[in-house]
């Protein structure tokens, strides 16, 4: 649905008055952080790499390729990773599912190849976001390192063990449990009322934009 | 003038003219969303999604609307008809029609090849309610890859639209797909044992407006939002279809036809769908080549064509009456206007004459019937000249020397040895030169031959011109009703192969770039025939040779 124009807000900058105008009260306000930074004593650098860094949990770092409940690679070759990477670092052959083979019962299609390269990413995240499957997603590997740019060009076996790897780790759990084809596709757990994805009935993105919709 | 008002415009009718709700509105500028309904195919107004309102303005000005909707593809316009596509009845009716539609609709747009080109996708967007109220399970039917050798149907996704079944019903006249069962349980499907494999067959996926109907050719090869088109024209056979070529990364994945009402109408035969793959041969090719000694080696564009050049100019000049050129009825217009200009240039005792044609059987017609009697109303026919522009050819030569000769009877001068030159101008992927035209070839103190595969002949030639396929290069075509219609460069060639026009444009030492406008602006000075190629850019239909209407020149003429 596009944007209905009532859902946009206008915002407009506060404005100054005199003192703030002369930004002098922003000016010593910033000084006196920095000061209290001098005095208080306190060390921020890390004795790295003996010591580890802590990471939040949004970091986004060597991405990995989800297998879903089968063993088989999760990632269903929608290519919507490769068309919303700004970087265009990710490039994907699919190919049929074998209907006869039994491994991928219920599958229409899979990524032949996979490969993603690691060096041309900008681990913006986006790849993640469009996903509709959940099948790619950032871990925490942040020390990347490789002799040749080819190593680092990863492929699917590669991003499948980033998988296995991660998965146990505690940092890196897998952070949805979506179906084969996103929440719309299963059409069993649906939600009475509300879009697709799994919002609630209540937010605003679950209620009609615009007026004319016959409510139940 | 009968005038219809749409919303807050109005548009007047022709005398006579025949149009319903959607048509008229279309006319208008505004969008009644459809998926039944096509122009080219009967009226079942199943599918309810052109819900509008309708009603009459009377002579004293007041309006009446009766207050119901009405299917717009089933209801006709007349005068003062009146047609209300944005009030709160039909938008309702447009949501309710969607979500019914997508009640068993799988949603798995992730994995379905229409996505992103998808009739359900667009609607749901535009007019749809963007969450489904279903709280039950939808409805899963088995896919059907055995629906036919190029198509494959994913039976879950369909929305019962019929455009199909119709289609092989009235158009192909084949009958090969129905709807079985009924209510919820409606399926496509053939008769049993009898796939859908009539030459028209591929068209069931463009008119498919879901992803039901999926071509095995282009299944999961591509997303279609990365594929970027041009303008071009089938060369499977002389009826010339209007088509796009639709690329990425300069790989040629599929061919879609464009509506021409001068050249075929809406569809496209599948021997020009899918016969397009030697572009992409491992015999393309790749570079140019000369002769040394008893082989050819590999050469490169700048030692080559002084070489042919001074070459050419030689073997004119010792015997002007025994050099020929054969000019292949797959070439553009352009390109045999610039080799004919070159070698008349050189001497006007040169001969020209127009390569193979290729016939196959005769003219297919469609659609067929059950007796096998030719259709009363023919709807489509695959012609038996398997070439793009032998008429367009034809024009150039009979220009240059009063008559076209043919090419049993240079092939006959040939291997009369009363040849010594000959410049083989083919594009043709399937030009058939005998064993013996070949071995007479052997004899000719020079050949030049400018193709797009390996082949015999250019074994033998001591010049070997990498050319391009249709695809690759700008030109024009005529069809065989005298339809001039353009082609553009969709894809690039393979390593170092040059389109042919500029490979003749530079043998003619002309300077710049060689561009398929400017030739023909220059055509249509010098031969009458061409005259309204005087235009430059013929547009997206063409434009008729042998039309008696004037033709009407741009008011800006491109630089």
Redesign the interface.
């Known amino acids: 649905m596009p944007i209905c124009a009532d859902d946009v807000e206008w915002v407009e900058e506060p404005s100054m008055n005199f003192w703030e105008s002369t930004f002098l009260p922003a000016i010593f306000g910033g000084l006196q952080i920095t000061g209290s930074h001098v005095v208080d004593g306190k060390t921020v650098t890390h004795q790295y790499p003996e010591e580890k860094p802590v990471l939040p949990l949004h970091y986004r770092g060597v991405h990995r390729l989800n297998k879903d409940e089968a063993g088989r690679v999760k990632c269903v070759a929608c290519m919507m990773c490769a068309t919303a990477c700004p970087a265009h670092c990710i490039s994907i052959v699919a190919t049929e599912a074998p209907k006869d083979d039994p491994l991928w019962n219920g599958r229409d299609k899979f990524p032949l190849s996979f490969e993603l390269d690691e060096l041309k990413c900008i681990y913006c995240g986006m790849c993640e976001e469009a996903c509709p499957c959940d099948a790619i997603e950032l871990t925490h590997i942040y020390d990347l390192v490789g002799t040749t740019r080819a190593e680092l060009v990863f492929d699917k076996n590669k991003l499948l063990s980033v998988y296995d790897e991660t998965k146990d780790c505690g940092l890196d759990p897998v952070r949805t449990k979506r179906g084969a084809l996103s929440g719309c596709s299963e059409f069993a757990t649906l939600p009475t009322l509300g879009p697709a994805t799994s919002v609630k009935a209540d937010d605003r993105a679950a209620k009609a934009p615009s007026p004319g919709v016959i409510h139940d | 003038m009968p005038t219809v008002y749409i919303d807050d415009k109005s548009i007047e009718l022709a005398p006579g003219e025949k149009l319903n709700c959607i048509q008229a509105a279309e006319r208008a500028g505004i969008e009644i969303p459809s998926y039944c309904y096509h122009p080219a195919l009967s009226v079942v107004a199943s599918c309810r999604m052109c819900l509008v309102e309708v009603g009459e303005k009377k002579p004293d000005g007041t309006v009446s609307i009766p207050p119901k909707v009405f299917p717009g593809c089933q209801t006709p316009v007349k005068d003062g008809t009146v047609i209300v596509t944005n009030s ?1 009845r039909v ?2 009716a447009q ?2 029609t969607l979500e019914y539609l997508l009640l068993n609709h ?6 379905c090849d229409q ?1 992103g080109e998808c009739g359900l996708q667009d609607f749901s ?2 007019y ?8 039950e ?2 409805n899963i039917k088995p ?1 059907k ?1 055995y629906i036919g050798e190029q198509i494959t149907l ?1 039976t879950d996704r369909c929305i019962m639209c019929t455009r199909c079944v119709r289609f092989t019903r009235e158009y192909s006249g084949t009958g090969e797909l129905q709807i079985i069962n009924r209510g919820s349980h409606e399926e496509i499907d053939i008769f049993p044992g009898q796939p859908c494999n009539n030459k028209l067959a591929g068209n069931v996926v463009d008119l498919c407006p879901v992803g039901a109907l999926c071509s095995k050719d282009f ?3 591509q ?1 279609v ?2 594929l970027k088109g041009k303008d071009s024209v089938c060369p499977g056979c002389s009826t010339g279809c209007s088509i796009r070529v639709d690329q990425n990364n300069d790989v040629l994945y599929r061919l879609k036809p464009r509506y021409n009402p001068q050249a075929q109408g809406h569809f496209m035969c599948d021997e020009g769908r899918f016969g397009w793959k030697y572009i992409s041969s491992e015999k393309r090719l790749r570079q140019p080549y000369q002769k040394q000694g008893a082989g050819l080696a590999p050469s490169n564009w700048n030692a080559v064509m002084p070489a042919v050049k001074t070459a050419i100019g030689t073997q004119v000049k010792a015997a002007p009456t025994k050099f020929a050129a054969i000019i292949s009825p797959w070439t553009t217009v352009e390109e045999a206007y610039l080799l004919a200009k070159l070698l008349k240039g050189l001497s006007p005792d040169v001969t020209l004459a127009l390569g193979p044609v290729r016939t196959v059987g005769g003219d297919d017609q469609y659609p067929k019937t059950v007796t096998g009697a030719p259709p009363k109303e023919v709807k489509f026919t695959i012609r038996a000249e398997k070439c793009p522009n032998r008429r367009g050819v034809e024009g150039v030569l009979e220009h240059f020397q009063g008559s076209v000769i043919s090419f049993e009877t240079i092939a006959s001068q040939l291997q009369s040895g009363a040849l010594e030159g000959l410049y083989v101008l083919n594009a043709d992927p399937e030009a058939m030169f005998t064993a013996d035209f070949v071995q007479a070839a052997k004899g000719l103190k020079l050949l030049v031959v400018q193709d797009l595969l390996e082949s015999p002949l250019a074994n033998e030639a001591h010049f070997v011109l990498a050319g391009a396929a249709w695809a690759e290069k700008e030109g024009t075509f005529v069809n065989h009703n005298g339809l001039a219609q353009s082609i553009f460069r969709g894809v690039r060639g393979p390593g170092e192969a040059r389109p042919d026009g500029r490979i003749l444009w530079e043998l003619n030492d002309r300077k710049g770039l060689f561009r398929a406008s400017t030739v023909r602006q220059e055509i249509a000075d010098e031969i009458v025939a061409f005259a309204p190629l005087i235009l430059g850019d013929l547009g997206e239909h063409g434009v008729m040779l042998n039309s008696s209407e004037p033709v009407v020149a741009p008011a800006l003429q491109p630089a």
Request: one cysteine or more; charged letters at 35%; glycine letters at 6%.
């Open positions: 709160k938008l309702d949501k309710a799988p949603l798995d747009c992730p994995v996505a967007y535009k749809g309610r963007g969450y489904s109220r279903l709280n399970p939808k896919d890859d994913f299944l999961y090869e997303r939002w990365w």
